[in-house]
């Protein structure tokens, strides 16, 4: 018994012992987890409250509004549309099928199986097409009900987000809303947006330096709002247009849905609207003036050189590139025979044919070869050593003087004027009143065409230029080609004298008013040679005889004390035979479509004070004077009429 | 039969044998070891609030299942002590066969075997298993002379008792109960007086164990587990991001918290498990370095209590079952909450009486039930070994 109580105290010793040494471990580590304790939340919880701050909220770009694209007055040709769209961060989705399937019930409750099926196979081919961390989105334009039950049923539709977007419209609005029109007349001036594909991403990525800069324009670029302009004044005033993104703040949870937005951490600074000089009255009349037809028709404002009137037509529905066109869409369009995605004002070149006499003219006046009242025969035919050059008259004009060669387009007579001026000065004058400069236009795509002298020649082909290529050239064929904007800004020049630049911007730099400059050095050619070749356009318009006289229906332009002058001209696409000249020129109707010549007209009005000058250019339309004159007096007319001051009658509607 | 005993002993005069007496004798260490494990388990009751937001689904099943615990921890420590030291065995070799069982017709779940299902009822023996080691090792030393502890049977025996058991949890798998029961087995049989050479020889002999564990024993996601820890940065997304969003929680929380229903990352659902194994990420966010403290503070209190009830008991069994609960308890702490802040590998130890999680909570109560009846009858001397057996 006694040895048993006191081996029971040795036990009891040694435990108590032990146990003191277990509580001063144990007292260790609770000293150590306080220490890490400490560690992690005095010492580094500055560092730490960041990486909670990191997880819980989140900048997402915030998309600024782009800016519209504005006619002169102001009327709405683009701008942003809101919608409600349906769009899912799928790199969120745990249960991705899951939640799709629940997705599509929530969108169309009474849908069948086939087209419920069938919207998540195209969501997960949508899906599949975008990279991991982009939002896609599903469904665009959804009616305010389906949206509210999306937003309704988001809390179990992880990754799912209904909001309102944004989407490129264009066509002119109406003030009381409503339906846009003529979205197609103002196809090729303005352009379209669309979202960037890969090779736009990564070419404006490589652009930029700064990786966290670059970083923050990957994102923007692949937000699912953010466009980029493709083509017309969408891409080359992208950056004015485009405005600042902003970041939005918002909270969100683990699985990355968004708990409530907290605000903008950096503003959006919209984009700027840019406001075109292109009247669309004007522009949507000569769309339709031109229905049917393939070619331009350009207006231009004589003293200023702001362009009035840009059309290619056919045009197209920029709305569809802007949705994203399918295929078969796209497919039609580029096999279209009128071409419609062909930028006919800007990039269609033709050579001038009659329209370039007044420079031909212009250049034996200014170089004393030709006296204005020197007559020149008109047989039908010119004789260049072996070679026999045609009037487009067979059996001649006569005698006929400067005046009267204009007004009849006596070929002939250029014949002799060019042999005495020489191609190397016809080209000069050329280029002085325009041709052979693309001008640096806002709208992009324009040529600088080809004006030839003998260098060119030389360079080109490695042949000395040859004579009658001269005479070829005094009538506007042969290389000389010119866009139709250049053919535009030829007329205003012929028709004021100065060297107008076309620009289709108001942002962009204004072309000095003759009388802000040294006036008389600034003209182009001598008053008094332009008042010749000018008479001359007024009696082709306005007089008997001339060659447009009889297709403008004898009236010229028939508004009361306004006269109008003009040229019409002819480019050839099918060359004429000696063959075919002797069976007798085919009538133009007799050709198929592709072979007639295309027609041309020059105008400007009114004739006594210059403000407008136009170019019209139907292609395969057979002679000027027959397809391109009428559209072009319309047009012309149209702008004059609507213009205040410009016609005596004050009942005209004004504008502006 | 003991209980029956017990109730029989009902003496209305109020000797230290009646009933009244025994409530009597549960004197202000025992009141105070009630009270602060009810105060331990009203921070869990917060904490789940808090976590989802309300009383469902968590706080008040959790609320209710520790009033029912607080009962069974009551009547557990009035009982006779006989009762415990007599279902030291038979209780110990129930959990072992019941082990044996799951490793050969157990429910799986989430990769692991741990449950047997006996009708509506899901048994995890582990959890038996921690209780009825300590009741057994308790038992076994009760009935060993000192001389005889570094000897033959002061040894073999008791390795065996702590060594089957956690190669079964191990096999399961469940590092973290393998690695707790391994960890009470041997702090028992360093109480029980074993002589240091052979408690240098056995670190040894453990350290070789954990190596050959390491490379043999261990399924691939807890080795996976085990490097993620030694190097977090390699997978933020995937093992490394449960202890990392956990960091930011408790770091984010800073000296005072950012209040209570008001962490991000318990709100937010950036914590994983966060009503299970990472409830203390929650205190540590929501209250700070002043709250974590607190609830260390108040674990230390309760072991504190736990030793002065252990030293206290007359019988060696009372106070290696008592210091063995401690043990047990200490190591749940101190590895869940060294686990939420970084220190140690991802393993699933909850964090007791706060952690959501019935089985656990009545397990962890039943040890307060033991260390309760170790209170209550400090002044018992239990018959040795002979007679008892």
Redesign the interface.
């Known amino acids: 018994m006694m040895r ?1 109580h006191l ?2 105290g ?3 010793r ?3 012992r ?2 003191v040494l ?2 001063g471990a ?2 260790t ?2 000293a ?3 220490v ?3 560690q ?3 010492v ?2 500055a ?3 960041n ?3 990191d ?2 909220f989140n900048l997402r770009p915030a998309p600024p509004p782009r800016g519209r694209v504005v006619d002169r007055f102001g009327a709405v040709i683009a701008d942003d549309q809101e919608d409600y769209q349906v769009r899912v961060e799928a790199w969120q989705m745990k249960d991705r099928d899951g939640v799709l399937a629940k997705l599509a019930r929530v969108i169309g409750p009474k849908d069948s199986e086939e087209r419920t099926t069938g919207r998540v196979e195209r969501w997960k081919a949508l899906i599949a097409r975008a990279r991991r961390f982009d939002e896609v989105t599903l469904e665009t334009d959804i009616d305010w009900e389906t949206f509210a039950r999306v937003n309704l049923h988001r809390p179990d539709l992880p990754g799912v987000i209904a909001e309102t977007g944004r989407t490129r419209t264009y066509g002119v609005a109406a003030l009381a809303g409503g339906a846009r029109r003529n979205a197609d007349a103002f196809a090729h001036v303005v352009g379209y947006v669309s979202k960037p594909h890969d090779g736009i991403i990564d070419e404006k990525l490589a652009a930029i330096r700064d990786p966290q800069e670059r970083a923050q324009l990957a994102r923007i670029m692949r937000h699912p709002g953010y466009r980029v302009g493709r083509a017309g004044i969408e891409l080359t005033q992208d950056n004015t247009l485009q405005g600042k993104w902003g970041q939005l703040r918002v ?5 990355g849905r968004t ?1 409530r937005e907290i605000g903008l951490d950096q503003a959006t600074v919209p984009g700027e609207d840019v406001r075109l000089t292109v009247d669309a009255e004007v522009q949507a009349f000569a769309q339709a003036r031109l229905e049917g037809e393939s070619g331009s028709a350009v207006v231009i404002d004589v003293e200023t050189g702001e362009v009035i009137c840009l059309v290619s037509a056919p045009g197209f529905d920029p709305n569809r590139f802007a949705r994203g066109i399918v295929q078969p869409a796209y497919r039609a369009l580029i096999n279209d025979p009128r071409k419609p995605l062909y930028n006919k004002p800007l990039a269609g070149l033709y050579p001038p044919g009659s329209t370039f006499k007044m420079i031909t003219a212009l250049a034996a006046l200014r170089h004393g070869v030709m006296d204005p009242r020197e007559r020149v025969y008109c047989s039908g035919k010119t004789r260049l050593g072996d070679r026999t050059f045609h009037c487009w008259k067979r059996e001649g004009h006569g005698s006929i003087d400067m005046r009267l060669s204009i007004k009849r387009s006596c070929d002939s007579y250029y014949y002799e004027v060019a042999k005495r001026v020489g191609v190397d000065r016809l080209a000069e004058e050329a280029l002085r009143f325009g041709l052979g400069s693309a001008f640096g236009l806002a709208a992009p795509g324009g040529k600088n065409g080809l004006v030839p002298t003998e260098a060119w020649k030389r360079a080109r082909f490695d042949e000395a230029w040859a004579q009658g290529e001269t005479l070829i050239a005094g009538i506007g064929q042969g290389f000389l080609l010119a866009s139709p904007l250049q053919m535009a800004v030829l007329t205003a020049r012929i028709a004021t004298g100065r060297a107008i630049s076309p620009r289709v911007m108001f942002n962009e730099q204004p072309t000095p008013r003759a009388e802000d400059l040294g006036l008389e050095s600034q003209m182009l050619a001598a008053p008094e040679h332009l008042a010749i070749v000018r008479d001359g356009m007024m009696a082709v318009a306005e007089e008997a005889g001339g060659t447009a006289y009889y297709a403008l229906g004898m009236k010229g332009i028939d508004l009361p004390g306004v006269k109008m002058a003009g040229k019409t001209g002819t480019s050839q696409v099918f060359r004429i035979t000696e063959e075919e000249r002797a069976d007798g020129v085919r009538k133009a109707g007799e050709l198929p479509w592709r072979l007639r010549d295309h027609g041309l007209f020059i105008g400007f009005a009114p004739f006594d004070k210059p403000k407008y000058a136009v170019c019209v250019v139907v292609e395969h339309g057979g002679g000027g004077s027959t397809a391109a004159a009428a559209p072009a007096r319309d047009i012309l007319r149209e702008i004059v009429r609507r213009t205040p001051g410009l016609v005596a009658d004050a009942g005209a509607p004004a504008r502006g | 039969m003991a209980m029956i005993q017990g109730m029989t002993t009902y003496d209305p005069s109020g000797g230290p044998h009646s009933l009244r007496g025994r409530v009597f004798s549960m004197s202000f260490a025992g009141w105070t070891l009630v009270l602060l494990v009810s105060l331990l388990a009203g921070v869990g009751v917060a904490m789940l609030y808090s976590v989802s937001g309300g009383w469902e689904p968590y706080a008040s099943r959790h609320a209710t299942r520790f009033g029912f615990s607080l009962l069974v921890m009551l009547v557990l420590g009035f009982v006779p002590m006989r009762v415990w030291s007599s279902l030291a065995y038979p209780s110990y070799f129930v959990a072992l066969a019941l082990l044996v069982l799951v490793e050969l017709k157990g429910a799986t779940a989430m990769g692991a075997t741990r449950w047997i299902d006996i009708g509506p009822v899901r048994i995890q023996p582990s959890e038996i298993m921690k209780l009825a080691l300590v009741l057994a090792l308790a038992r076994y030393y009760h009935g060993l002379s000192i001389e005889r502890v570094s000897g033959f049977f002061g040894i073999l025996p008791p390795l065996f008792l702590v060594g089957a058991p956690a190669a079964l949890i191990v096999k399961q798998p469940d590092l973290g109960t393998a690695v707790l029961v391994a960890a009470t087995g041997a702090t028992l049989i360093f109480l029980s007086g074993i002589q240091w050479r052979w408690i240098l020889r056995g670190a040894i002999a453990g350290l070789a164990g954990v190596v050959v564990l390491f490379f043999f024993g261990l399924q691939d996601y807890q080795r996976a587990r085990i490097l993620t820890f030694l190097n977090p940065d390699t997978d933020q997304l995937g093992a490394g991001y449960h202890i990392l969003q956990s960091k930011i929680a408790i770091g984010s929380g800073g000296v005072w918290g950012k209040g209570f229903n008001e962490g991000t990352q318990t709100q937010l659902n950036f914590l994983p498990e966060k009503h299970t194994d990472f409830i203390f990420t929650v205190i540590g966010e929501e209250f700070g370095f002043v709250g974590s403290v607190g609830v260390l503070g108040l674990v230390c209190a309760i072991l504190l209590v736990g030793i002065y009830i252990a030293l206290s008991s007359k019988a060696h069994f009372g106070r290696l079952a008592a210091l063995g609960v401690c043990a047990t308890f200490a190591f749940y702490v101190v590895i869940n909450t060294a686990m939420v802040m970084g220190l140690v590998p991802v393993v699933g130890v909850p964090l007791p009486l706060v952690s959501y999680g019935g089985t656990a909570m009545m397990a962890v109560m039943a040890g307060f039930g033991l260390l309760l009846n170790v209170h209550i009858h400090r002044e018992d001397e239990l018959p040795s070994a002979g007679r008892l057996l």
């Not at chain 1, 909270?251 to 699985?255: G, L, S, T, W």
């Open positions: 048993r081996e029971h040795e036990r009891a040694v435990l108590t032990r146990a277990m509580a144990g007292a580590a609770f150590g987890l306080t890490r304790l400490w992690l939340q005095v580094q919880q560092e730490y409250a990486l909670s701050e997880n819980q909270e969100v949870d683990a699985y708990i």
